[in-house]
């Protein structure tokens, strides 16, 4: 493991006052974490500076064939003054799944985890504390050869940056609808679906735009081979409860494995509910919501945790679900996952890491 | 129009001496050309600068969701000292379309064109002059909000960027070996595959590693719903000669839709060659091979506007086209197309945009 170099700042900046106001992604925090590689030392020269703009070429490759990863979690700071970390070694295992598909180098995973640690450490004055809020983390790394030719780039950044982020739902669990697309498409197999990088939401931006405008908040992805199965919602997978059992569409290659959604197949099962990952078809999810045992949808993401879906719109049908209300798994998982992330509920499966 | 702000460098580099060690995309010239866009002015303050790197925030959207797009396109000084753009209408068409599917602002033809003559003006000694060198040309476009939730970026970054290149062949023609892949795909239908964005090159790198390990220069992209249809290659689009008639993938929304193809296309038609576009199956291929009725192969872009192909892999077959050498049509191609973008030989059809 290599040793972080720490610099602070000198000029810290003023932290947001009124902590339902943060939002998401909009706000930084004083400090972030940059590793370099390149071919001869590898990842080197780990350190936590303060927050900066970062000075490219144009030419830089990532401006132009985007060769980028990233992640997304989040650090909780408990009623009595822990921060946690919910499950970072399955971030850390996917960020160098997708550097494998994107031709990037690994990150080793322990400098990956001893960099978050740091940096959170050493701005954890910035984790806001009211229900539902969370210090929101983005590693990425971006390609940074000067180079306009097509090929991996020799040379690479590692950043990881902070952002305090808001109560995804103001006032409790909040019912959303969701947009079934049948016209455009995120990702196929044998392409980049299952990578966490930039190629993936460029792609889904103008179906969600279009489904913004239709009143739907997010876009369900159908699979880009038959159009036919249901992949998932733009960054959030997706659960079913059809006739008493959890569905969820299998890791197919084209969708990306959620940790959240590994962590709510593990619970469900755990709660002695039968889970199956399968493929659905849009045919399926019809006919299950007119015939009344399609009984509760929700989508699982680092973002909102859990979001039941109240109505999932399908060409011309619209389908209601649970009465547009909040189904009892949803509310369960919900409450459990969220509880053992704040500390609020006892960590009996060991998914929390907490810092120093 | 917008009148474009011109800053001189004060301290110009040094060009490089020899034009035989070029290469592609690695040298730049002494300026670049920025225009920027908020929602407030559109796309504004158009300006040539000294040539210098940028500095972004590291939440900028581009580092995270891949909004980004990119042209290339060449510009060549003709034996009597005139400068010449070779259909850039096209490029600047193709831009807008990509921007589209992007949910980048469309940039104005006549700013974006504009831009390119006068950059390419100040920048024109540096434009080689040996046989097969050019001056590359690199627009691009990059999302520039400092804000990490997914959705179309509100600021954005054009510029243009100029690179002198090598010649591609080093002594004249040359037939390349070309994999088909039949494990990793580019692009699907109803994706990103028609815009001329990061993500599809980013998608392409794994297969075109495995490639160059098996000793092949590019790969030959399968569509990605069938796995069975011609698409095109790693930054060309492919063109067959099978008993006698020209043959290229129809452009079906995942393959680019490549300026030099519209221009073989027109030439080989104007030559009173009956040309199709439609799809090709790898079995029609493989067939056409055997049975001696594939008489050509050969690839367009920018780069190397024609380049003969002269084996094919597709898993254990490989096929020799034409004795492993070069075409008639190709070369007939390949001489009248750069005749043209050179200047030697008459511009008939209109092609060509002088500079000045
Ligand atoms: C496309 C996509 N699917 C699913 C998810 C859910 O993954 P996780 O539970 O790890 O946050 C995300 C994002 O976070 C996503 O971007
Ligand atoms: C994927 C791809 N296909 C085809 C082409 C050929 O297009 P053009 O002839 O406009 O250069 C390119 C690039 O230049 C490309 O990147």
Redesign the pocket.
């Known amino acids: 493991m290599q040793e972080i170099k720490v610099e602070l700042t000198q000029n810290p900046k003023q932290k947001p006052a009124d902590e339902s106001k943060l939002g998401f992604g909009k706000i930084f925090t004083d400090h972030m974490y940059i590793m370099e590689y390149n071919p001869e030392k590898g990842w080197h020269n780990p350190r936590v500076e303060p927050y900066h703009a970062i000075s490219l070429e144009p030419s830089a490759m990532v401006f132009h064939y985007g060769q980028e990863m990233f992640e ?1 979690m989040k650090a909780y700071k408990t009623e009595d003054g822990r921060i946690l970390l919910f499950r970072p070694d399955k971030n850390i295992e996917r960020a160098n799944n997708s550097n494998r598909r994107l031709c990037i180098p690994e990150i080793p995973a322990e400098d990956f985890l001893n960099g978050l640690k740091k940096l959170v450490e050493v701005d954890q004055d910035w984790i806001p504390t009211q229900p539902g809020t969370s210090l929101y983390i983005r590693p990425f790394v971006i390609a940074t050869d000067p180079f306009l030719g097509v090929r991996p780039s020799d040379t690479y950044l590692f950043m990881i940056i902070l952002s305090p982020s808001g109560a995804y739902y103001e006032s409790g669990l909040d019912p959303v609808k969701i947009w079934i697309e049948d016209d455009y498409v995120r990702a196929v197999r044998g392409g980049i679906g299952e990578a ?1 990088t930039g190629g ?1 939401y460029v792609a889904s931006l103008k179906a969600q735009v279009k489904a913004h405008d239709e009143g739907y908040s997010q876009v369900l992805w159908l699979d880009g081979v038959e159009r036919k199965y249901i992949e ?1 919602v ?4 997706i659960f079913f409860k059809i006739n008493g059992k959890v569905v969820t569409p299998v890791l197919n290659g084209s969708i ?1 494995p ?4 590994a962590s709510c197949i593990d619970l469900c099962r755990h709660w002695g509910l039968e889970v199956e990952e399968r493929r659905i078809s849009v045919d399926e999810l019809v006919a299950a919501a007119k015939d009344g045992s399609l009984e509760e949808c929700w989508g ?4 909102a945790v859990i979001s039941p879906v109240g109505h999932l719109r399908f060409e011309d049908s619209v389908m209601q679900i649970g009465g547009g209300g909040i189904g009892p798994v949803s509310q369960k998982l919900y409450d459990t996952v969220t509880g053992i992330q704040t500390g609020k509920l006892e960590d009996t499966l060991g998914w929390t890491v907490r810092v120093k």
Chains 1, 2 share one sequence.
């Open positions: 997304g966490k993936n998932e733009g960054a959030m997978n990306l959620g940790v959240t959604r699982s993401g680092t973002a």
